[in-house]
């Protein structure tokens, strides 16, 4: 089956940076995705790895490890804007089946 | 492009009666899923379809639930009959298989009311 851990709630300070940490275990890994989701809305897209090592987007940082089973979610420059949940999820084979974590809430503070 | 729709954005309805959310995904799109979220479950994947045929089903949690895809531009998800436990957000997604970044995007849910 599939296993898919990440802290339940954070909290930052306003151009803070923060870091969100998921782990997995899952048979037939490919690829890890982040989304953001703010109350109330749909998740929306912020980030893709399917090699490890660390991709860059602007504010938005998100790192893999495979052997490890792990990636984070790095925010840097925090907004308030930025107070949402963040899912990580991931794609399992090649058939487009994702499974999503619970779900990070981060709270930005002034 | 419109992105995803999904009507109705709002359900209230009786414990036994039917409920039918309907979803028109991104033109394009050859993958289509459903999901439900609720505080105590997270999002959970119901079923998934490619290019109008059903891939999985697993996370449909029961018989009363069941889904359709008769086009490339429409599907409806059904619950039949409806209990209270089913009150959750369903959201409707679609991505395109363009190999390496099957982004899926998501409609903006429909929230579901069971009284």
């Known amino acids: 089956g599939q296993n898919i851990d990440q802290p339940t709630e954070m909290t930052a300070t306003e151009g803070a940076i923060v870091q969100i940490n998921c782990t997995y275990q899952?048979?037939?890994?490919?690829?890890l995705f982040w989304y953001q989701q703010h109350a109330g809305e749909a998740p929306t897209f912020l980030s893709y790895?399917?090699?490890?090592g660390l991709e860059e987007k602007g504010r938005f940082s998100s790192f893999l490890s495979r052997s490890k089973g792990y990636s984070y979610l790095l925010l840097k420059e925090l907004q308030m804007k930025d107070s949402a949940s963040y899912l990580c999820?991931?794609?399992?084979?090649?058939?487009?089946?994702?499974?999503f974590g619970a779900g990070t809430r981060l709270t930005v503070k002034p | 492009d419109a992105g995803v729709i999904q009507s109705p954005r709002h359900e209230v309805t009786e414990m036994g009666q039917e409920v039918t959310l309907r979803c028109k995904p991104i033109?394009?799109?050859?993958?289509l899923f459903w999901y439900r979220q609720t505080m105590m479950r997270g999002l959970e994947l119901l079923i998934y379809?490619?290019?109008?045929?059903?891939?999985?089903d697993s996370g449909m949690p029961e018989d009363r639930f069941s889904a359709k895809m008769p086009n490339a531009s429409f599907s409806t998800l059904k619950i039949q009959p409806s209990e209270p436990r089913d009150s959750a957000v369903y959201f409707c997604?679609?991505?395109?298989?363009?190999?390496?970044?099957?982004?899926?995007?998501f409609g903006p849910g429909t929230r579901l009311t069971v009284l």
């Open positions: 997604a679609s991505s395109w298989n363009s190999g390496i970044t099957d982004t899926q995007y």
């Open positions: 899952t048979s037939g890994f490919n690829g």
């Open positions: 790895n399917v090699l490890d």
């Open positions: 999820a991931v794609r399992v084979y090649n058939n487009n089946d994702m499974r």
């Open positions: 033109s394009g799109h050859d993958y």
């Open positions: 379809f490619n290019n109008n045929v059903p891939i999985d």
